[in-house]
Protein backbone atom coordinates (compact mmCIF):
# COMPACT_ATOMS: atom_id res chain seq x y z
CA UNK A 1 0.00 0.00 0.00
CA UNK A 2 1.50 2.93 -1.42
CA UNK A 3 1.58 5.73 1.64
CA UNK A 4 3.23 8.99 -1.04
CA UNK A 5 1.11 10.78 -3.05
CA UNK A 6 2.26 11.18 -6.84
CA UNK A 7 0.90 14.24 -7.11
CA UNK A 8 2.50 17.77 -6.54
CA UNK A 9 -0.59 19.05 -5.27
CA UNK A 10 -2.05 18.92 -1.61
CA UNK A 11 -5.29 16.61 -1.39
CA UNK A 12 -8.44 18.46 -1.68
CA UNK A 13 -9.62 19.51 1.66
CA UNK A 14 -5.70 19.69 2.98
CA UNK A 15 -3.28 22.51 3.41
CA UNK A 16 -0.29 23.97 4.98
CA UNK A 17 -0.14 24.79 8.83
CA UNK A 18 3.37 25.82 8.61
CA UNK A 19 5.96 24.69 5.10
CA UNK A 20 6.84 21.95 7.72
CA UNK A 21 3.16 20.39 8.57
CA UNK A 22 0.03 19.44 6.91
CA UNK A 23 -3.21 19.34 7.99
CA UNK A 24 -6.84 19.29 7.49
CA UNK A 25 -9.06 22.24 6.43
CA UNK A 26 -11.49 21.45 8.97
CA UNK A 27 -8.51 20.58 11.50
CA UNK A 28 -6.96 24.24 10.80
CA UNK A 29 -10.21 26.02 11.49
CA UNK A 30 -10.82 24.14 14.43
CA UNK A 31 -6.65 24.87 16.15
CA UNK A 32 -7.33 28.51 15.14
CA UNK A 33 -10.92 28.08 17.41
CA UNK A 34 -8.69 27.00 19.97
CA UNK A 35 -6.10 29.41 19.74
CA UNK A 36 -9.06 32.35 20.21
CA UNK A 37 -10.39 30.54 23.43
CA UNK A 38 -6.77 30.08 24.68
CA UNK A 39 -5.91 33.82 23.98
CA UNK A 40 -9.43 34.63 25.92
CA UNK A 41 -8.19 32.23 28.55
CA UNK A 42 -4.84 34.24 28.88
CA UNK A 43 -4.23 36.82 32.12
CA UNK A 44 -1.01 38.36 29.86
CA UNK A 45 -2.77 39.17 27.24
CA UNK A 46 -5.35 41.30 29.37
CA UNK A 47 -2.90 42.51 31.03
CA UNK A 48 -4.29 41.05 33.88
CA UNK A 49 -2.33 38.65 37.09
CA UNK A 50 -5.30 36.53 38.71
CA UNK A 51 -2.92 33.98 40.51
CA UNK A 52 -0.53 31.10 39.43
CA UNK A 53 -2.39 28.32 37.49
CA UNK A 54 -5.32 30.25 36.46
CA UNK A 55 -3.95 29.92 32.74
CA UNK A 56 -2.94 25.91 33.66
CA UNK A 57 -6.36 25.24 34.50
CA UNK A 58 -8.23 27.65 32.36
CA UNK A 59 -6.52 25.20 29.54
CA UNK A 60 -7.37 21.85 31.26
CA UNK A 61 -10.93 22.84 31.38
CA UNK A 62 -10.70 24.18 27.62
CA UNK A 63 -9.46 20.52 26.79
CA UNK A 64 -12.22 18.77 28.48
CA UNK A 65 -14.58 20.79 26.68
CA UNK A 66 -13.16 19.36 23.54
CA UNK A 67 -12.95 15.94 25.27
CA UNK A 68 -17.19 16.12 25.55
CA UNK A 69 -17.28 16.87 21.88
CA UNK A 70 -14.81 14.22 21.14
CA UNK A 71 -16.75 11.34 23.39
CA UNK A 72 -19.95 10.34 21.39
CA UNK A 73 -17.74 10.08 18.05
CA UNK A 74 -15.41 7.41 19.68
CA UNK A 75 -18.51 5.59 21.24
CA UNK A 76 -20.13 5.44 17.49
CA UNK A 77 -16.66 5.66 15.97
CA UNK A 78 -17.53 8.12 13.51
CA UNK A 79 -13.92 8.30 12.53
CA UNK A 80 -14.16 10.92 9.95
CA UNK A 81 -15.46 13.42 12.47
CA UNK A 82 -12.98 12.55 15.19
CA UNK A 83 -10.38 13.25 12.87
CA UNK A 84 -10.12 16.55 12.36
CA UNK A 85 -10.48 17.28 16.39
CA UNK A 86 -7.59 15.10 17.33
CA UNK A 87 -5.50 16.92 14.38
CA UNK A 88 -6.20 20.19 15.90
CA UNK A 89 -6.08 19.06 19.61
CA UNK A 90 -2.53 17.37 19.13
CA UNK A 91 -1.06 20.48 17.24
CA UNK A 92 -2.90 23.35 19.80
CA UNK A 93 -0.77 21.26 22.68
CA UNK A 94 2.43 21.72 20.79
CA UNK A 95 1.82 24.90 19.95
CA UNK A 96 0.06 27.14 22.34
CA UNK A 97 -1.82 24.67 24.45
CA UNK A 98 0.78 23.53 27.11
CA UNK A 99 -0.01 25.14 29.94
CA UNK A 100 -2.14 22.34 31.66
CA UNK A 101 0.81 19.98 32.13
CA UNK A 102 2.21 22.21 34.50
CA UNK A 103 -0.97 22.63 37.31
CA UNK A 104 -0.48 21.74 40.81
CA UNK A 105 -2.82 19.14 40.62
CA UNK A 106 -0.31 16.65 38.73
CA UNK A 107 -2.39 13.74 39.22
CA UNK A 108 -5.64 15.69 36.33
CA UNK A 109 -2.83 16.59 33.89
CA UNK A 110 -1.74 12.95 34.06
CA UNK A 111 -5.19 11.52 34.09
CA UNK A 112 -5.94 14.31 31.10
CA UNK A 113 -2.76 12.93 28.64
CA UNK A 114 -4.22 9.53 29.29
CA UNK A 115 -7.57 10.56 28.33
CA UNK A 116 -6.64 12.32 25.44
CA UNK A 117 -4.09 9.20 24.53
CA UNK A 118 -7.07 6.63 24.70
CA UNK A 119 -8.86 9.40 22.34
CA UNK A 120 -5.92 9.08 19.43
CA UNK A 121 -5.33 5.02 19.87
CA UNK A 122 -9.06 4.55 19.15
CA UNK A 123 -9.35 6.72 15.92
CA UNK A 124 -6.24 4.88 14.92
CA UNK A 125 -7.30 1.37 15.42
CA UNK A 126 -10.54 2.57 13.97
CA UNK A 127 -8.80 3.52 11.07
CA UNK A 128 -6.85 1.03 10.91
CA UNK A 129 -9.85 -2.00 11.49
CA UNK A 130 -11.26 -0.53 8.54
CA UNK A 131 -8.02 -0.33 6.25
CA UNK A 132 -8.13 3.71 6.26
CA UNK A 133 -5.06 4.37 8.31
CA UNK A 134 -2.92 5.56 5.20
CA UNK A 135 -2.86 9.15 3.49
CA UNK A 136 -4.89 8.46 0.81
CA UNK A 137 -7.72 8.71 2.69
CA UNK A 138 -5.81 11.15 5.69
CA UNK A 139 -3.30 13.15 3.92
CA UNK A 140 -1.92 14.96 7.21
CA UNK A 141 -1.49 11.10 8.74
CA UNK A 142 2.31 11.63 9.39
CA UNK A 143 1.78 14.93 10.89
CA UNK A 144 -0.37 13.73 13.14
CA UNK A 145 1.78 10.80 14.06
CA UNK A 146 4.93 12.51 14.29
CA UNK A 147 2.97 15.35 16.58
CA UNK A 148 1.14 13.05 19.02
CA UNK A 149 4.42 11.23 19.37
CA UNK A 150 6.38 13.76 20.08
CA UNK A 151 3.91 15.27 22.53
CA UNK A 152 4.01 12.30 24.48
CA UNK A 153 7.37 12.36 24.78
CA UNK A 154 7.34 16.12 25.96
CA UNK A 155 4.79 14.61 28.77
CA UNK A 156 7.05 11.58 29.60
CA UNK A 157 10.14 13.88 30.28
CA UNK A 158 8.34 15.58 33.07
CA UNK A 159 6.41 12.54 34.78
CA UNK A 160 3.02 12.76 32.94
CA UNK A 161 3.01 9.36 31.56
CA UNK A 162 0.99 7.71 28.86
CA UNK A 163 1.55 4.87 26.46
CA UNK A 164 0.44 6.49 23.43
CA UNK A 165 3.47 7.40 21.93
CA UNK A 166 4.69 4.23 21.50
CA UNK A 167 1.94 3.20 19.31
CA UNK A 168 2.60 6.61 17.17
CA UNK A 169 5.83 5.31 16.84
CA UNK A 170 5.08 2.02 15.46
CA UNK A 171 2.28 2.98 13.46
CA UNK A 172 4.58 5.60 11.69
CA UNK A 173 7.46 2.95 11.23
CA UNK A 174 5.13 0.30 9.72
CA UNK A 175 3.88 2.96 7.85
CA UNK A 176 6.51 5.49 6.38
CA UNK A 177 10.16 3.25 6.85
CA UNK A 178 12.25 2.86 3.71
CA UNK A 179 10.43 5.91 2.02
CA UNK A 180 11.91 8.76 3.47
CA UNK A 181 13.74 10.03 0.25
CA UNK A 182 11.20 9.90 -1.60
CA UNK A 183 8.77 11.06 0.79
CA UNK A 184 10.80 14.57 1.51
CA UNK A 185 11.27 14.43 -2.05
CA UNK A 186 6.93 14.76 -2.43
CA UNK A 187 6.42 17.15 0.23
CA UNK A 188 8.59 19.70 -0.88
CA UNK A 189 6.92 19.66 -4.38
CA UNK A 190 3.38 20.28 -2.61
CA UNK A 191 5.01 23.14 -0.31
CA UNK A 192 6.72 24.64 -3.68
CA UNK A 193 3.05 24.62 -5.12
CA UNK A 194 1.30 25.73 -2.08
CA UNK A 195 3.21 28.62 -1.92
CA UNK A 196 2.73 29.45 -5.10
CA UNK A 197 -1.24 30.32 -4.29
CA UNK A 198 -0.21 32.48 -1.67
CA UNK A 199 -0.31 36.43 -1.44
CA UNK A 200 2.89 38.24 -1.34
CA UNK A 201 2.53 39.23 2.07
CA UNK A 202 1.86 35.84 3.59
CA UNK A 203 5.00 34.79 1.81
CA UNK A 204 7.03 37.49 2.92
CA UNK A 205 6.13 36.67 6.42
CA UNK A 206 6.06 32.84 6.11
CA UNK A 207 9.74 33.57 4.48
CA UNK A 208 11.04 35.18 7.37
CA UNK A 209 9.42 32.29 9.70
CA UNK A 210 11.74 29.97 7.20
CA UNK A 211 14.83 32.23 7.78
CA UNK A 212 14.12 32.00 11.47
CA UNK A 213 14.60 28.32 11.55
CA UNK A 214 17.98 28.10 9.19
CA UNK A 215 20.19 27.39 11.76
CA UNK A 216 17.84 24.50 13.19
CA UNK A 217 17.47 22.95 9.87
CA UNK A 218 21.01 23.27 9.22
CA UNK A 219 21.88 21.37 12.22
CA UNK A 220 19.46 18.79 10.82
CA UNK A 221 21.35 18.61 7.44
CA UNK A 222 24.56 18.08 8.51
CA UNK A 223 23.45 15.18 11.07
CA UNK A 224 24.01 12.12 8.63
CA UNK A 225 23.03 10.14 11.65
CA UNK A 226 19.43 11.94 12.46
CA UNK A 227 17.12 8.78 12.78
CA UNK A 228 13.14 9.59 11.69
CA UNK A 229 10.66 10.11 14.66
CA UNK A 230 9.70 6.76 14.29
CA UNK A 231 12.49 5.08 14.32
CA UNK A 232 12.24 3.53 17.76
CA UNK A 233 8.89 2.27 16.69
CA UNK A 234 8.41 -1.52 17.51
CA UNK A 235 5.52 -3.74 15.09
CA UNK A 236 3.57 -5.51 18.12
CA UNK A 237 3.46 -1.83 20.06
CA UNK A 238 0.77 -1.16 17.53
CA UNK A 239 -1.51 -3.88 19.35
CA UNK A 240 -0.16 -2.82 22.47
CA UNK A 241 -2.47 -3.34 25.82
CA UNK A 242 -1.31 -0.51 27.86
CA UNK A 243 -4.36 0.13 30.75
CA UNK A 244 -4.67 3.57 29.36
CA UNK A 245 -4.86 3.12 26.00
CA UNK A 246 -8.17 1.93 26.85
CA UNK A 247 -10.93 4.19 25.90
CA UNK A 248 -13.64 2.98 27.93
CA UNK A 249 -12.19 2.76 31.59
CA UNK A 250 -9.58 5.63 31.12
CA UNK A 251 -12.21 7.81 30.52
CA UNK A 252 -14.77 6.70 33.05
CA UNK A 253 -11.81 7.31 35.18
CA UNK A 254 -11.05 10.55 33.98
CA UNK A 255 -14.49 11.65 34.32
CA UNK A 256 -14.93 10.71 38.33
CA UNK A 257 -11.43 12.59 38.99
CA UNK A 258 -12.58 15.67 37.07
CA UNK A 259 -15.72 15.65 38.68
CA UNK A 260 -14.04 16.92 42.16
CA UNK A 261 -11.74 19.23 40.74
CA UNK A 262 -13.24 23.32 40.80
CA UNK A 263 -14.38 23.75 37.34
CA UNK A 264 -14.73 27.25 37.83
CA UNK A 265 -11.72 30.17 38.99
CA UNK A 266 -10.65 30.38 42.65
CA UNK A 267 -10.70 33.94 42.13
CA UNK A 268 -12.88 36.66 40.30
CA UNK A 269 -16.33 35.58 38.08
CA UNK A 270 -16.75 32.29 37.76
CA UNK A 271 -16.13 32.49 33.84
CA UNK A 272 -12.44 31.03 32.68
CA UNK A 273 -12.87 33.34 29.37
CA UNK A 274 -11.50 36.44 30.44
CA UNK A 275 -13.89 38.29 27.37
CA UNK A 276 -16.86 37.67 29.16
CA UNK A 277 -15.47 39.35 32.46
CA UNK A 278 -16.94 43.10 33.27
CA UNK A 279 -14.14 45.74 33.11
CA UNK A 280 -15.31 46.40 36.64
CA UNK A 281 -14.37 42.33 37.33
CA UNK A 282 -11.26 42.71 35.54
CA UNK A 283 -9.81 45.99 37.05
CA UNK A 284 -8.63 44.36 40.66
CA UNK A 285 -6.57 42.01 38.89
CA UNK A 286 -5.16 44.30 36.19
CA UNK A 287 -1.34 45.17 35.68
CA UNK A 288 -2.36 48.75 36.41
CA UNK A 289 -3.30 47.96 39.57
CA UNK A 290 -0.60 49.15 41.95
CA UNK A 291 -2.41 47.66 45.67
CA UNK A 292 0.12 44.55 45.90
CA UNK A 293 -2.02 42.95 48.55
CA UNK A 294 -4.85 41.96 45.89
CA UNK A 295 -2.20 39.73 44.41
CA UNK A 296 -1.77 35.99 45.61
CA UNK A 297 0.45 34.15 44.67
Known amino acids: MSTTSSSKQLPKDYTFLNPKTIVSEKGKAQLMGLFDKARNRDPDSHGMYIYNDFLGYAMIWL ?10 LVTKSKWDELYPLVESLTQFFLMDGDAWVQIDDGEFAQMTNKAYGS ?12 N ?11 DLLKAAATWGDLTEGIG ?9 KAFGKQLFAGKEAARKKAKEEMVDAWKKTLDKDTL ?13 DDDEDDDEDAKPWYDKGVAKDIKLKASDLNYTTTWKAYKKYASGVP ?15 KKSDKAQFSFDNDDDDDFEF
Open 63 to 72: VNSVFKTMDP
Open 119 to 130: ILVSLLRGLETQ
Open 132 to 142: RLNEEKFASLE
Open 160 to 168: CTASYAKVC
Open 204 to 216: KKLDEGDDDDDDE
Open 263 to 277: SAPLRGPPNWDLSKW
